[in-house]
């Protein structure tokens, strides 16, 4: 199945200043961030005007019921992934139009149909994947550009995982078309590993650092949305998942977590890929080791079972060799750099 949800995305210098012409007469309510919202303001002072409702920071079942008692014409997201994808849930669950403000370029929450549900306490449930009218991406380049380069930097990761995980799943060419045109939006995504992402491009904000925005905000959320099932999640999604279980893993970032989950994946399948994607995550100074995660040698074993479960929740093809994840594991234990 096709799904895509967005029916305008707009990156320009001044993106937010069309936001009161696209709002019209309908009531309005914005869903906003802890951190993101002052800055949306800071750029674009009207922001404040429209009443708004705090989030409390993670995409929920419990936030959602709580959310779900307000009854906006139309929601406003103005945040970082989390929020997004919860406002993306209940927008959908009260059949009503969201706007998007992304504040960091982060994920590609903004383009996705599902929601990914977590605990209070931040570890990983499910995902949910459903129809939702995504009126406009606000993609504003005053605000993007100042956001936070770490934030930044994982978003790349994810979405260069789009081109690893697709062809995990479904090779590099497909006979459904669906899938076809996700594996080729893939592609690209798994190309930005030959641009520069330092920071100081970053706030430059050139035209390639342009190009990725594009990517990580709407490209990569197109990959699922063409090949589904298809293209979607594989192991590095899975290990992921497996490490939010951990408390030691949460201050990192989804990114830097799917990163690792990339090297264990291609390890597996002993992909000829597995040295030049090591070297680049450690070249960003990613994570390529449990150490770095705060897992122990001795939660090893609860991170392989872990892992397991997260395959056969997300139907990814059996782990024909579980002992063979727990040795890449161990030899991921630490990494001794050069």
């Excluded at 014409?73 to 209940?90: C, E, F």
């Excluded at 590095?236 to 497996?242: D, G, L």
Aim: with cysteine.
């Amino acid at each position: 199945m096709i799904r895509q949800t967005v029916l305008e995305y707009d990156h320009s210098d001044d993106a937010l200043e069309n936001l009161h012409t696209l709002i019209g007469n309908r009531k309005a309510l914005v869903l906003k961030g802890l951190n993101g919202y002052g800055e949306a303001v800071r750029v674009f002072p009207r922001l404040e005007n429209l009443p708004s409702v705090q989030f409390n920071g993670e995409c929920s079942d419990e936030e959602v019921n709580r959310l779900n008692a307000y009854r906006p014409d139309v929601w406003i997201a103005v945040g970082g992934g989390k929020l997004i994808d919860t406002a993306k849930r209940i927008a959908f669950t009260q059949s009503v139009p969201l706007i998007v403000v992304p504040t960091l370029v982060s994920n590609c929450a903004a383009f996705t149909p599902l929601s990914v549900i977590y605990t209070e306490e931040g570890s990983y449930i499910r995902y949910d994947t459903f129809p939702v009218v995504i009126e406009r991406v606000i993609a504003d380049e005053r605000l993007l550009r100042d956001s936070p380069y770490d934030y930044f930097k994982a978003g790349v990761i994810d979405t260069v995982a789009k081109w690893f995980e697709a062809r995990y799943i479904s090779g590099t060419t497909s006979k459904d078309a669906g899938i076809q045109s996700g594996l080729s939006l893939a592609a690209q995504c798994g190309k930005l590993m030959d641009l520069s992402i330092h920071e100081q491009d970053f706030r430059r904000y050139g035209t390639d650092v342009r190009y990725i925005v594009d990517h990580v905000l709407a490209i990569g959320g197109a990959v699922g949305g063409f090949g589904d099932a298809g293209t979607r999640v594989a192991v590095a999604h899975a290990v992921h998942n497996a490490l939010s279980r951990f408390d030691s893993t949460h201050h990192w970032l989804h990114g830097d977590k799917v990163g690792f989950g990339l090297i264990v994946q291609e390890r597996l399948i002993r992909s000829d890929d597995t040295f030049l994607l090591e070297d680049w995550l450690q070249s960003i100074g990613a994570p390529t080791s449990l150490a770095q995660l705060g897992i122990r040698f001795d939660q090893i074993d609860e991170l392989v079972t872990s892992i397991v479960e997260e395959i056969t929740i997300q139907g990814i093809r059996d782990l024909e060799n579980p002992e063979r994840l727990k040795e890449i594991l161990i030899n991921l234990q630490e990494v001794v750099y050069k």
